[in-house]
């Protein structure tokens, strides 16, 4: 059974950067991963997503050019990471980040994923 865990999250000014990871694991073959966040009370959305093999990447307007999202397959180990380097962080980028599997980067787009992390939590200050 796949498993997603996100760590990284943390408090931190505007202007400043973070650095999220997703470990995935229990996964004999690929899928695309994206990252998703939850502001408190907006609904989730897109942020970022990468193919399996990493050559694909797509990305939430709000976020191109400050988010960069890479991907680690350690195929030896069983192994999958990735993550999401934030920079130029803003008061509005604050919520829960969570990391998750699809099928496609185009059902991540569309907010569709068949598996979920536990979510990290981001807060940025103004």
């Known amino acids: 059974q796949v498993q997603l865990v996100e760590s990284g999250g943390g408090l931190v000014q505007a202007g400043g950067s973070l650095r999220l990871s997703c470990v995935v694991t229990g996964r004999t073959f690929l899928y695309s991963i994206g990252w998703f966040r939850q502001a408190p009370g907006k609904e989730r959305e897109f942020v970022a997503c990468i193919s399996w093999s990493g050559g694909t990447i797509d990305y939430a307007d709000d976020v191109k050019g400050r988010f960069t999202i890479s991907r680690d397959n350690a195929r030896d180990h069983g192994k999958t990471t990735v993550d999401l380097q934030m920079n130029s962080l803003k008061p509005e980028d604050t919520g829960v980040y969570y990391c998750?599997?699809?099928?496609?980067?185009?059902?991540?787009?569309?907010?569709?994923?068949?598996?979920w992390g536990q979510g990290t939590q981001v807060t940025v200050s103004s």
């Open positions: 998750a599997e699809g099928v496609s980067r185009a059902r991540l787009i569309g907010n569709e994923a068949h598996s």
